[in-house]
């Protein structure tokens, strides 16, 4: 079930407000963490931009002050994501399928230094496409909350529908039933998914008309009762998408001019982390069609208070 607005909803604080800071990167998904002391960023080498599968693609750990990159590994997985707990850091991707960029196998990193990194397979399910992953915990283990596209049957006639996979010790992973995903009734893809004071907040990239894509904010207790951010969407494409931080790297010339008047039509997978109060999200802008780049933007609060902001 989906809880909107309707004629007795009221805007009691006002739409969140976050501020662009800038394009940082030529790469795609990212995520930015804290780890012992120092900003990095998880980001998605992609050299052909995806339209060539057989170009080797990587996860890159990269300081966030400095521009320096920590490590590659993941060769062969896209999509991935971040997640730390205890001293390890996590990174999940998916393992490509070629000549797609999607498959039905999520693989696990684990380093203690963000250099040295092992990996197992995490789970897998035959006969599905698999393409972003979130993985949190809550008060019941863990849960990874993953973008499909197939089998038809399960996911529906849009074409993205985020499932859910249980698990009590990150070894050992229980599919929700199919039933219990979220949501059929629209584009609904590049997950992020965090519990935090009693809910499971969950971040989409969705598909307005005319070929626009932005972020909308959802939250539930259960996987069942789906609540509707009131200050949707979360982000839109605009001028401040063309600015470049001090902290960009790696933008090449042709890139930077290409930045200049290409078509912006979507701010897409939103990642975040708490720095200092402060709510650090990085999203790609660009336009679903090849061309895209990595940008920052900040909210002045904490993490909590940014997703509970959608809310009030």
Known sequence: MEINYDNKSRMMKGFPLIKKLGAVSPNGESTPFEFNGRLYRLELSDPSRGTDMNVPICAIIRDRETGEILSRFAEGCYYQSFYQENGTAYVLGTLSQKPAACGDTVMIYESKDLINWSQRKLFTNPGWKYYNTSLTKGPDGYVVCIEANEPREFVGNNPFTCFFVTSTDMINWKFVDYEKCYSKDRYNGGPWFRYCNGYYYFISVTELPCQRYTNYIFRTKDLDTWEVGKYNPILMPDEDDRKISPYAYDISPELLEEMKTGFISSNSDIDMCER?????????AG????????????????NQEFLESYFE
């Open 276 to 284: 200092d109060g402060k709510t650090l999200i990085t999203y790609n």
């Open 287 to 302: 336009n679903q069609l090849g061309f895209y780049y990595l940008c920052e933007a900040e909210f002045e609060g904490t």
